[in-house]
């Protein structure tokens, strides 16, 4: 076996590993992801379940192959069609800050990473998730030890950040604008940076979804899963949700089953709090209020720490806090491209209703929101290994490309 | 005009603050309770968006709350919403803007009679700012209320200044920038006569106008009698100074004393204000108090009292509140301690865990649009 299919070999079966719940590392780490998040078993099992899950053989060489190719390319020179012959080189360094994220959003780079054949550092967080999965790595072929180290330091430890960022080739890092500017201001002139900063998602449903029953639940039930998962808190959490007015279902009842949706997702995946935050006791407090005025709805979770909102001010951004989802009415695609644009707002997804080929309107309007991912409702928290996430490739971002010619 | 049935709860109002201002005990649990209810009962009658939101509490002719803790409570927020008045607010004598916040929009306190605003304010500033009755000069880092007329706190401070001040007060504070120069040279004049002062700002502009005066090594020593009033926190700012940093940093600079240095607790939302309690301001926990017709309850998220010692978010309910809502419901949070509450900080709410944009977040971003043309 090649050197890029031994490794690429090791990285998909130590994910495989991870993917069995009784697996003692992925039973310490849950333990210590369930510490630091306070996000609930189920929560975090179906995380590391579709974080390792996605990390198949087929699925890495589909990815690897979509982007240089073909998997030997990492090895040596391949012969294209119409093109030079090519070979791609990992960069020798590569560095992962994944300083501000919810579970695991540095395990895929990584994967890549090491893939390419770079040597990979990684600033973990408290849970150690990284580096307990660099061990079964390890494990499963020792030369990755050589290749990999995590660590936890202190972000504001400046000679710490700049010894390790200013010496890679690639740093990929997720966090806020400020600590993005800061992770630049850090690098060698010709490193690659990846930078992953805080985004939203959102949602379309049409009013031809809305006149099939069986679109209708499905949208209604995949919403209120993107909206729940994590709390909320990930940059493919659904915040703002449009639907077509005049549509077989109007858009208020559709808004209430979102909700009673809401109920039905909180009980698979319960709230990793109890106390509510003073922002989204003030946000539920003024939906109540205009609500009571006649000017939307705020539909509370029965038993549940959940808010869906119809129709709030469309003058506001949506209110992009915990396990709350906006539901806005428009006639048109032009009215939520409108409402993104007004409120500057960052999307990383936007979710479809998914059994038919969208209206073109729809299309164009996807395309142009700025999101690097269209998905159905329901899967907006599943990413696939072999999608460009951030609109990036996955491996591209750690090889140089060799041409001969 | 204040109909009759108004100018009676104001009649009333104005008897309960001149009792207490005449140093009598104000009102007991009996007398305030009636009161709240009266006034609720006349607001659910007059007022229309507090009359829908009562309904939508379950609130309604023939089901009253039956004790002035029933009372549902406003969010504040609503004064941006809409208009919460018993009146027609042309008529207002005194609107107050919202202001300190990163609201998109500002909301509005129309009060019908100033005499209400000015007598609660009076009674508790003298009570728990001026209880040596000294005539101060008032420094004012807050707006000017000559430029600012819909500020509630250039109001305030203008209005004290006024009655009770030396005829020499000053503003140093426009938009957000302090005029330090300006200050400096009004304190020395001050101490030079030996003319004590009032200094009174918001913990922002105070820590801005700290800045300056560390970065020149500039200190003073303000003349015997003089105090501090701190307001307003960091509402909506993105720098917050722990208070106890920020005390110890004004009487380094001042030379005021930190138990002369006392905190007042007000919204734009209230008529009638909380102060630091005398015998707290020495200790490391000030706990607040209010005069007896503004009490507060500790609620939950959803509005339910939390037990005693709890903490929980702060509900207002000030018999000032006479022509908008009687019971207003705040984002600040705190709890019970004998004779007031202590407040606590807004900094509470756990951190995201997440890579999701929040609302701070956004503001923070340059605004550049992500879509395609």
């Known amino acids: 076996m090649s050197p890029a299919g031994r490794r690429l070999r090791a990285v998909a079966d130590a994910a495989e590993r991870w993917t069995n719940a009784d697996f003692p590392p992925r039973v310490r780490t849950t333990r210590a992801l369930i510490a630091r998040t306070g996000y609930t078993e189920p929560v975090v099992d179906y995380a590391l379940d579709r974080l390792f899950g996605a990390l198949g053989r087929d699925a890495l060489l589909a990815t690897i192959e979509g982007e240089l190719g073909s998997l030997a390319a990492l090895d040596g020179f391949v012969t294209r069609t119409g093109r030079p012959d090519v070979a791609y080189r990992g960069l020798a360094r590569v560095a992962i800050v994944s300083s501000d994220t919810t579970i695991g959003v540095a395990v895929f780079p990584l994967a890549f990473a090491l893939c390419a054949g770079s040597r990979v550092t990684v600033k973990d967080r408290d849970d150690r998730l990284i580096a307990a999965f660099g061990e079964t790595l390890a494990q499963e072929l020792p030369e990755l030890a050589e290749r990999f180290e995590s660590g936890v330091w202190d972000g504001h430890d400046e000679a710490a950040s700049r010894a390790l960022l200013g010496a890679a080739d690639a740093v990929v890092a997720f966090g806020r604008t400020e600590t993005l500017a800061a992770v630049r201001g850090l690098l060698a002139p010709e490193a690659r940076f990846l930078p992953f900063g805080h985004r939203t998602s959102a949602g379309y449903v049409t009013r031809e979804a809305l006149a099939d029953e069986r679109q209708v639940a499905a949208c209604a039930g995949g919403a209120a899963r993107d909206a729940l998962l994590y709390d909320g808190e990930g940059c493919l959490s659904l915040h703002a949700l449009f639907v077509e007015r005049d549509g077989a279902l109007d858009a208020a009842t559709f808004a209430r089953r979102v909700a009673a949706a809401c109920d039905v997702a909180a009980v698979e995946f319960p709230a990793g709090y109890h106390e509510l935050d003073a922002t989204v006791v003030a946000y539920r407090r003024a939906a109540l209020f205009r609500a009571a005025q006649g000017r939307g709805e705020a539909l509370a979770g029965v038993t549940a720490p959940h808010l869906v909102v119809f129709d709030p001010p469309a003058d506001e951004p949506p209110p992009l806090l915990r396990r709350t989802l906006a539901i806005y009415p428009v006639d048109t695609p032009s009215d939520a491209s409108a409402f993104l644009r007004r409120h500057g707002l960052p999307l990383e997804a936007l979710a479809l209703a998914g059994d038919a080929r969208p209206r073109a309107d729809v299309e164009a309007f996807a395309l142009a929101s700025g999101a690097s991912r269209i998905a159905a409702f329901g899967s907006l928290q599943d990413p696939p290994l072999g999608g460009e996430h951030g609109g990036a490739g996955r491996i591209l971002p750690f090889v140089r490309a060799i041409y001969r010619a | ?373």
């Open chain 2, 1 to 373: 005009m204040t109909d009759a049935a108004g100018r009676a709860l104001d009649d009333a109002f104005l008897a309960l603050v001149r009792a207490w201002a005449g140093g009598g005990e104000g009102c007991d649990e009996s007398a305030f309770d009636a009161h709240a209810r009266a006034t609720f009962a006349y607001q659910f009658e007059r007022n229309e968006p507090y009359r829908r939101f009562a309904r939508a509490q379950g609130v309604s002719e023939a089901r009253a709350p039956r004790t002035w803790r029933e009372i549902p409570a406003v969010p504040a927020t609503a004064f941006k919403d809409a208009t919460l008045a018993t009146f027609d607010p042309v008529e207002a004598e005194l609107t107050f803007h919202t202001s300190g916040t990163t609201a998109a929009t500002a909301g509005k306190h129309y009060i019908e009679r100033a005499a209400l605003y000015d007598a609660a304010l009076l009674a508790g500033f003298d009570r728990f700012m001026l209880p040596d009755r000294p005539k101060l000069r008032y420094l004012n880092f807050v707006p000017n209320p000559r430029f600012r007329p819909h500020s509630s706190l250039g109001y305030m401070m203008g209005h004290v200044a006024v009655l009770r001040g030396d005829g020499k007060a000053a503003y140093f504070l426009e938009d957000d920038r302090v005029d330090v120069a300006g200050f400096a040279k009004a304190l020395d004049a001050a101490c030079a006569l030996a003319q004590p002062v009032c200094i009174a700002g918001t913990a922002f502009a105070l820590a801005a106008l700290l800045d300056e005066l560390e970065r020149d090594a500039r200190t003073f020593a303000a003349p015997a009698g003089s105090r501090l009033m701190e307001t307003g926190g960091f509402k909506g700012r993105a720098r917050v100074v722990e208070r106890a940093e920020l005390y110890a940093r004004l009487t380094a600079a001042l030379g005021i004393a930190t138990e002369a240095i006392v905190a007042e607790y007000g919204m734009t939302e209230l008529v009638s204000q909380y102060y630091d309690a005398p015998q707290s301001r020495a200790g490391e926990t000030r706990v607040k108090v209010a005069p007896p017709w503004l009490r507060t309850l500790i609620v939950d998220g959803d509005g339910r009292e939390v037990p005693a010692g709890e903490t929980g978010f702060l509900r207002h309910v000030d018999l000032g509140n006479r022509s908008s809502a009687v019971a207003v419901d705040t984002e600040d949070r705190g709890y019970r301690v004998d004779g007031g509450i202590v407040l606590l900080g807004r900094d509470l709410d756990a951190p995201a865990r997440g890579c999701s944009l929040d609302a701070e977040a956004l503001l923070a971003r340059p605004f550049v649009s992500t879509l395609s043309s």
